[in-house]
Structures are given as structure tokens and as C-alpha cells.
């Protein structure tokens, strides 16, 4: 049950901070009116209603007692019109007749309110009527001559209190309710920002104009971004820089031998397979220095400017087109977006050449999806184990056994493309492709 009531609040609960922080807000606020309305009503209300039906009580009992104690026509006509007058009862002396056998329904609270002072100053028989047209409450009281019927205005029963009260409660809720809604807004605006600028340094776009404001948590929560954002900056620099310089002293030793194994070819000819072989393992190294360098460089601190994704792939798959490799490529029009040209044709490139690399039918398509676009690459290969879908996107894992064993690499193709997408705010996911090899989906925000 404790579970099951977690499960309602949080999904009745408001997502946005701005309703949660309006709703902690106006909980108490309708609560506490609620309970002084409740107070008002069954403490204040009653007390009022109820000295309201003993004043028109007393009013109906003196004009009642004065017409019995001066029965004559003439003083009875006199003390009519002065009731009418002065104390607002219109009465009119019924000589002759007699009361109804069934009373009027007493069911509201001013007829309780009303019979109940009533009954406490007459012992003769009474008739009362709230629920008339003319909004007026008519008493009927039987005398030994005849009825006398009076006429009142509702309003008597009535305080002006209890209008004033509500328009109170109510204007003040409003009141309350606006400046609420406005400071919140205010403060929520600088959180809005420090979001906007976290997404935008997420996805490598170029960095907004962001200051910390609102309220001192929030404007330390800002400068704690504004920190982090250059620490990151400033260790990604670092690290560039320093596998630049490795790269270039590796590359040194590599060049000196390669000119060495030149040399040695031309003094022993006899070593040519040799030689042949020692050249194949230095080509392969200074590959696998490259993909090191791709992977450590990352996004290589390039700006991301709007650019056509469809020309950018028709490019890449024109040039895999002239080495040999024949590719189905199928695109909309003018998929321009925000992006890291030479990061994102490394991406696009590295799924292409491993798509071409285990198979022999290869299809590239590119469609705009809602506020994204997806880049769909397929091929008719061997495929990947469904267990090992995560692990290809480690830096340095292999699947040589079931993919390829004959291809040679470090391993850093597909984690390159998914550390290149992420930066653009995107993702790359793996699933069987309807070729029955493997079907790589890239997706990037507009």
C-alpha cells in the first residue's frame, strides 16, 4: 500500500520545479484559508445568523403584541404602517383567517435558525417561508381574529460580513498567487540558463554568454559550472597536446627504420620478404598511432558551424565508391545542422569502413526523425553478438573471432564515432540490420 500511494503522488507530483515550487507555496496557503473559512462559517456565521433571527424575532413578537394589546382597526392600521416604516416588516392583518394544516418545508439553515427563535418567544401556531419569488420571508402567525402575515426582506437575515469575507479570502488569494508566480519565475530563469549553457557545453556548441544569477545557491551552482566547463577545457588541451608530442616522437623512430629498411633492400635483395613483412608491421603501427590520436583528440576543439549532412556523406561514400566498394546511399535533401565537419566525417567514415570491411552489401540512408536526424548505415556481415551490442564501444575491444580474424586495428573505430557523436549532443545504437549483418544508427539533434 506505502508503495502503491509513492506511485500515485509521484505521478500526480509536477515535473517542472517552477509548479512544484507554486505548489508548496499554495498548499498552505488554501489549507490555511480553508481551515479560518471552516472557523468563519461554523463559529462566526452562526453567532451572526443567529443575533440577525432574534432581532427580526423581536420586531415580528412587538408588532405582534401590540396589535393584540390595542385591538382597535384604527391603532391597528397606525402601528401597521409604523412597522413598515421603521423596522421594514410589512404586515397585513388577515381577519377571520386560519393557518394551513401543512407548514411550509423547513430545510435551510436561516429557516432553522428563524423557527428556532421564533419558537422560543411564541406558543401559538407559526407558519414560515423562505423560498418565495419576491425575496421575501413571510412569517404567518394565527391570532384568535385572524392571521396576521408579514413580510420582510431576505436581506435581514443576511450580513454584508460574509460577502466582504469571501471577496477578502479571495482577493488575497490572487494577490498572493501573482507575486508567487512572479518571484518564482525569476528564480527559476537563472536555473533555466545554467541548464542551457550545460547542454550546450555537452554538445560542443560554441559556448553561450553565461553569468550566474538568482539566488546564492544558484549563483554558486553557476560558478561551479563556469569552473568545471575550464578545468574539462583546459585538461583536454593538455592531453592533446601531450599525445601530439608523443605521436611525434614515436613517429621519428618509425620514419629513421623505414628509411633504414629502404636502404637494406637495395644492399640485400635476398631479404626482400623480410623486409616486406617488417614494412607491413611499421604501416600498421603508424595506423594504430593515428587511431590513438583520433580517439585522445577528440573533437579537437573545432567550431561547429551549420553544415549539409547529405553532401558531406555523399562525399565520404563517393570516395569509399573509388576504392572499389560498391554502397547504396539514400538521403533527403538539404540536412543542414549544426557540426564538427571533420569530427563528424571521422564518425560517419569509421561506420562506413567497418560496414564495408564485414560485408559485401552496404546501404547509407538519412532522414530527418522529429527534431532529429538519423544516419542509418547497414550491411549484410556476420553481425554482432547481441552481449557484446555495449562492449564494441569500449576503446581497445576486439570482436576479430566473429567479425574478421584477419583485420588488424586497435580496436577504437566505433568508440571514435560514439565519443564523436555524444559531443554532438547524439547517439550511435547497434541492432540487426534486415541484411543479416549489422545496423548502425547514428542520431543527431537539429
Known amino acids: ?183 518564482l519565475r525569476n528564480q527559476i530563469q537563472p536555473i533555466r540558463r545554467l541548464a542551457a549553457a550545460a547542454e550546450a557545453f555537452g554538445k560542443g556548441r560554441p559556448e553561450v554568454d553565461f553569468k550566474p544569477g538568482g539566488a546564492s545557491e544558484i549563483r554558486q551552482a553557476g560558478a561551479a559550472f563556469l569552473d568545471m566547463r ?51 608491421d611499421i604501416a600498421e603501427m603508424e595506423k594504430m598511432i593515428d587511431e590513438y590520436l583520433d580517439f585522445a583528440r577528440g573533437q579537437g576543439g573545432e567550431t561547429p558551424v551549420p553544415a549539409d549532412l547529405s553532401a558531406l556523406l555523399g562525399d565520404i561514400v563517393e570516395s569509399a565508391r573509388r576504392n572499389g566498394t560498391v554502397l547504396g546511399l539514400e538521403t533527403e535533401p538539404a540536412l543542414t545542422l549544426p557540426l564538427r565537419p571533420n569530427a563528424i566525417r571521422r564518425c560517419l567514415t569509421n561506420l562506413i569502413d567497418n560496414a564495408v570491411r564485414y560485408g559485401e552489401q552496404v546501404e547509407v540512408r538519412a532522414q530527418r526523425v522529429g527534431d532529429s536526424v538519423e544516419v542509418i548505415i547497414e550491411d549484410d556481415g556476420p553481425g554482432i553478438p547481441p552481449e557484446s551490442v555495449e562492449d564494441v564501444f569500449k576503446p581497445f575491444y576486439r570482436l576479430d573471432n566473429s567479425r574478421s580474424p584477419n583485420y588488424a586495428g586497435a580496436g577504437l573505430g566505433l568508440a571514435i564515432a560514439r565519443d564523436v557523436a555524444r559531443g554532438h549532443g547524439g547517439e550511435i545504437t547497434l541492432q540487426e540490420s534486415a541484411l543479416g549483418g549489422l545496423r548502425a544508427v547514428l542520431r543527431l539533434p537539429v
Do not use: C
Open 1 to 183: 500500500m506505502a508503495a502503491t500511494g509513492k506511485r500515485l503522488i509521484k505521478r500526480f507530483t509536477p515535473k517542472r520545479l517552477f509548479w512544484r515550487s507554486l505548489l508548496i507555496l499554495l498548499i498552505p496557503m488554501v489549507l490555511l484559508q480553508g481551515v479560518v473559512a471552516y472557523i468563519f462559517f461554523e463559529r462566526h456565521w452562526d453567532t451572526v445568523s443567529r443575533r440577525l433571527a432574534l432581532g427580526l424575532t423581536g420586531d415580528i413578537v412587538y408588532v405582534m403584541r401590540t396589535i393584540q394589546k390595542y385591538p382597535e382597526d384604527e391603532f391597528r392600521e397606525w402601528t401597521l404602517r409604523a412597522a413598515h416604516r421603521e423596522m421594514q416588516v410589512n404586515a397585513v392583518f388577515e381577519k377571520g383567517a386560519h393557518l394551513p394544516a401543512e407548514a411550509p418545508p423547513i430545510s435551510r439553515k436561516m429557516d432553522r435558525l428563524l423557527h428556532h427563535a421564533l419558537s422560543e418567544r411564541l406558543v401559538i401556531p407559526f407558519h414560515i417561508d423562505t423560498r418565495r419569488d419576491d425575496r421575501n420571508i413571510s412569517i404567518r402567525i394565527e391570532l384568535k381574529e385572524g392571521v396576521l402575515n408579514i413580510l420582510t426582506p431576505r436581506k435581514r437575515m443576511f450580513s454584508t460580513t460574509v460577502n466582504i469575507f469571501v471577496l477578502w479570502m479571495v482577493g488575497t488569494a490572487l494577490v498572493v498567487t501573482g507575486i508567487a508566480i512572479f518571484f
Open 230 to 280: 575550464e578545468r574539462i577545457a583546459r585538461h583536454i588541451d593538455q592531453r592533446t597536446e601531450m599525445l601530439a608530442g608523443v605521436s611525434h616522437d614515436l613517429r621519428t623512430p618509425l620514419t629513421r627504420i623505414k628509411l633504414q629498411l629502404t636502404m637494406l633492400r637495395e644492399t640485400s635483395p635476398d631479404a626482400g620478404t623480410e623486409i616486406s613483412d617488417l614494412e607491413s
